[in-house]
Structure formats: C-alpha cells, structure tokens
C-alpha cells in the first residue's frame, strides 16, 4: 500500500491551535480505515496519540492529549482530521497518520501501510 499523506502541520505558540489532515493522496476514501495518528519527538520514539476506528468507530485518545485534540472524519471527502487543541511546547513533534488497528491500549500501525513523511507541529513562544 501506499503511505498516506498528512498536511496542517506549523509553527504556533502555547495555547494555540492547529488542525491536521490525513488523505491517501489519492483520491481514495479513508473512510473504510481504522487510523492512527501517531507523533515523534526530538530525540524520543513514535508514540500513539490518537486513533479512530473504521467508518464512526471509536476514538481513543493518549492521556497526554485527552481533552485537548479530537479525531474526526470528513464526510465529504472521507479524509481524517486531528484538531489540537490548547497546544503545550511538549506537544511538538512530527505527526504521522498510518492505517492501524485502535485497540483499549492504543494504535498499533498495520504492517501493510508504509509511514508517510509527516507533519511538523511546533509549539513556542
């Protein structure tokens, strides 16, 4: 499979807002997709942050972002967003979006889906 494309990514300050996008770049639906929106700090690993099942499953949210991002879909265009909310310097970091099963723990990446590049979230003043 091809990786998926996320978008939305920028430069904000404390407090701040930022919605990111995730399309399969090719004018497929995601809509069929459980997916996991994933972040990568400097110098940390790859941690789950978000995820949303297949069509208008379930959401699940890391208890460092709980309450400040939502996950959605686009029932227009069938992409999936990540609207972050009262952003925290901690939360800087690459975000990936990559089709994957949504379990209580959290997102685990399927192995047929390749990551995508990214999208760079920084957060400071």
């Known amino acids: 499979q091809v990786p998926l494309v996320e978008s939305g990514g920028g430069l904000v300050q404390p407090g701040g807002s930022l919605r990111l996008s995730c399309t399969a770049g090719t004018g497929r639906r995601l809509d069929y997709y459980a997916i996991g929106w994933f972040r990568q700090a400097p110098g940390k690993d790859r941690e789950g942050a978000s995820c949303?099942?297949?069509?208008?499953?379930?959401?699940w949210y890391a208890d460092s972002v709980k309450g400040r991002f939502t996950i959605s879909r686009d029932v227009a265009d069938g992409r999936v967003h990540l609207q972050l909310n009262s952003l925290k310097p901690e939360d800087t970091g690459v975000y990936f979006c990559v089709a994957a099963l949504c379990e209580d723990s959290g997102p685990t990446k399927s192995d047929s889906m390749p990551w995508g590049q990214g999208t760079q979230v920084t957060v400071s003043s």
């Open positions: 949303i099942g297949k069509l208008d499953g379930a959401t």
